[in-house]
């Protein structure tokens, strides 16, 4: 099942980041999560293996992680930085990894959502095109992508069940290689397309 939520804001993607994203069993343990980067669009900002906590700062903050100058043209007061497209597996893989320690298939799963994003999503990603009265979207073919990985659920009333999960985060910005310049994402798309990518 693939479910998609848009960050209202910065602030509200940090907090969502140290609160949720970034530990497992959310606030029971503190575990900590190992994320890591995802998309031609983190690669072209030099973003491989893991995700660092001020990396992801300053992309949701509009900021390029290397220069801490602004990565798209405009920073909005009110402007998305991003959208976090969760993808659960059954409840039987997640009890076979986390009962039995069938990690097989809890790797399967996280394989398969990897490649989904990859290679379903990511070559669909978009931007608006504007210039001199246009008035339409340019496929970039590039994301940039955090990938946090949960084995368990939020808890309710102190207990939290076996759940395999990926937070697959899209931050909102795109390389768009027309205009030579990094973009905000059409995110609204991945949304539309969800039904198609849980297939």
């Known amino acids: 099942m693939l479910r998609l939520r848009e960050s209202t804001s910065a602030a509200a993607a940090v907090k969502y980041h140290d609160e949720g994203l970034a530990r497992d069993d959310y606030y029971r343990d503190k ?8 998309g031609q669009g983190a690669k072209r900002l030099g973003l491989e293996g893991e995700v660092g906590r001020e990396d992801f700062v300053a992309l949701v903050n509009n900021r390029d992680p290397n220069t801490g ?6 920073d909005k007061k009110n402007r998305r930085p991003g959208y976090d497209a969760t ?7 997640s009890i076979m990894n986390n009962v ?23 070559p669909e990603m978009r931007t608006r095109v504007r210039i001199d009265g246009a008035d339409y979207d340019r496929i ?37 290689a027309i205009e030579n310049r ?18």
Request: proline share 3%.
């Open 31 to 38: 575990r900590e999560v190992t994320a890591k980067w995802l």
């Open 69 to 74: 100058k602004r990565l798209t043209v405009r």
């Open 87 to 93: 993808l659960s597996a059954w409840k039987s893989t």
């Open 100 to 122: 039995y320690g069938c990690t097989d298939i809890r790797d399967a799963f996280w394989k398969a959502g990897d490649e989904m994003m990859i290679q379903e999503a990511e």
């Open 140 to 176: 970039t073919g590039n994301a940039i992508i955090a990938a946090y990985r949960h084995s368990n659920s939020r808890p309710v009333e102190g207990r939290s069940d076996p759940h395999d999960h990926t937070h697959y985060y899209y931050l909102n910005a795109t390389f768009d």
């Open 182 to 199: 990094y973009k905000a994402a059409q995110l609204g798309d991945l949304k539309a397309k969800a039904p198609e990518l849980e297939l």
